[in-house]
């Protein structure tokens, strides 16, 4: 008797949640590399986002939270426009953004800022920073 496992038994709740987020099928991207060619801030992430695709397709949740990259995008939909499978890769950073901020963790604290910098930054790249990296 044979067993065939389906996918829907492979995925996990990670790629479920991220899915529902970014309303994208993370398995329509296939790997080309094109996301990863043309993003202008590639230089600074320490995963490629094509990874971070593929690290979601495995459910390996830890590793893609923990990482630079999902924070230095900057949704500039480079990456949305190269897709030949037209997987919107910014909707999946922000919907990777959300799952981290919902548990309440804070990357930036208002408090921290030194008043010297507050004086001198423009008022929306504070607000941009503090909804990008607070909860």
Do not use: H
Not at 81 to 108: S, W
């Amino acid at each position: 008797m044979r067993t065939e496992i389906s996918i829907q038994n492979l995925k996990s709740k990670f790629l479920d949640k991220v899915e529902e987020l970014s309303e994208e099928n993370i398995y329509t991207c296939y790997q080309c590399g094109k996301c990863s060619a043309g993003c202008p801030s590639i230089s600074e992430m320490d995963i490629s986002p094509c990874e971070i695709i593929r690290l979601v397709q495995l459910g390996q949740e830890k590793e893609v939270l923990d990482s630079k990259t999902i924070w230095i995008c900057a949704s500039c939909f480079t990456c949305v426009t190269r897709c030949p499978k037209g997987v919107d890769l910014a909707k999946v950073m922000e919907a990777l953004r959300q799952i981290t901020l919902r548990k309440n963790v804070d990357y930036v604290s208002p408090l921290s800022i030194p008043k010297e910098v507050l004086s001198q930054v423009p008022q929306i790249a504070l607000v941009s920073c503090l909804r990008k990296f607070s909860a």
